[in-house]
């Protein structure tokens, strides 16, 4: 029985993690209002180490629309500029020698309607790595059936990550419906 609750707890976990993820896929996607997370996973050489950019720049936002990247030290400039225009976020930065800054534009409709289906699809990823898990769970509790596990453990066991697996269901469909509202919200 406690490897069962083992199993149940590794479940739970690695579905809280997938639901995380899911979570900092949809951070990355903008919905028109500047957000210091849509830098994140942008990197800049610093001494000679790729550093993410959060570890070589203050970033911070002055209003909805205007990003402020502030560099540690002025020489990074460059180097920002470039990561920010090879990147795939659409920006383009101005810099005053001292801050860059990101003006993020209004989006138009069709726009909005393609980070909706980016978000769908976001987010059926993230279901499909919960029920991976929810697969992967039961496969590991039928080994234990044959090794001697009561059947009716196993029963629950399912049972269990049944239920773990609809409640996070459930929460990446909110996600997606709340991402989707902030979206769609002109």
């Known amino acids: 029985m406690e490897e069962i609750n083992m199993f149940l707890d590794e479940a739970k976990e ?33 001494y000679g180490i790729t550093t993410p950019l959060n570890q070589a720049a203050t970033v911070n936002t002055t209003d909805a629309r205007t990003i402020i990247i502030r560099p540690f030290e002025k020489k990074l400039i460059p180097d920002i500029e470039r990561a920010i225009i090879n990147s795939d976020l659409g920006l383009n930065p101005q810099s005053d020698g001292e801050v860059i800054r990101l003006v993020v534009p209004p989006m138009t409709e069709d726009r909005r309607r393609d980070l909706v289906k980016q978000v769908k699809n976001e987010g059926e990823a993230g279901k ?59």
């Open 14 to 46: 690695l579905m809280d993690k997938a639901l995380k993820h899911t979570g900092i896929e949809f951070n990355k996607i903008r919905a028109g209002k500047a957000n210091p997370s849509m830098l994140d996973g942008l990197t800049v050489e610093y």
């Open 128 to 186: 499909v790595s919960i029920r991976s898990i929810r697969k992967e769970t039961n496969e590991e509790l039928r080994k234990l059936q044959k090794e001697g596990a009561s059947e009716d453990d196993i029963k629950r066991a399912e049972e269990k990550v049944q239920q773990l697996t609809d409640s996070h269901s459930q929460k990446v469909d909110q996600m997606i419906a709340d991402k989707e509202k902030e979206i769609m919200t002109v």
